[in-house]
């Protein structure tokens, strides 16, 4: 099974990006997932995470309010829209699988730079 993430770039501080995250490999649909990303120099930190069915979402301090994590498991897709953007979440993001079918699969990573 793999996850491939996508939809990181280059935004100007307050602007906006969603990122996904697709699982294949799988017959079976997607459960609780994750974002945790890493600045350089930093440790991987998690960012949200969610779930199965989506009852349930926690979130990092510093993105409360806004970033949106959501799971479409009929896509197989978790994303994270990310409002708001600041200098400080300048990172590389990667999704990871917390339960079957890709419960510990991490996602290759997708950079995201806020810099105006």
């Known amino acids: 099974v793999q996850l491939q993430a996508s939809g990181g770039g280059l935004v100007q501080p307050g602007g906006s990006l969603r990122l996904s995250c697709v699982g294949s490999?799988?017959?079976?649909?997607?459960?609780?997932m994750a974002w945790y990303r890493q600045a350089p120099g930093k440790e991987r930190e998690l960012v949200a995470a969610?779930?199965?069915?989506?009852?349930?979402?926690n979130y990092a301090d510093f993105v409360k309010g806004r970033f949106t994590i959501s799971l479409e498991s009929a896509e197989d897709t978790v994303y994270l829209q990310m409002n708001s953007l600041q200098v400080e979440d300048t990172a590389v993001y990667y999704c990871?699988?917390?339960?079957?079918?890709?419960?510990?699969?991490w996602g290759q990573g997708t950079q995201v730079t806020v810099s105006s």
């Open positions: 990871k699988g917390l339960a079957p079918p890709y419960n510990g699969v």
């Open positions: 490999g799988s017959i079976f649909s997607m459960n609780s």
């Open positions: 969610i779930s199965s069915g989506g009852n349930s979402k």
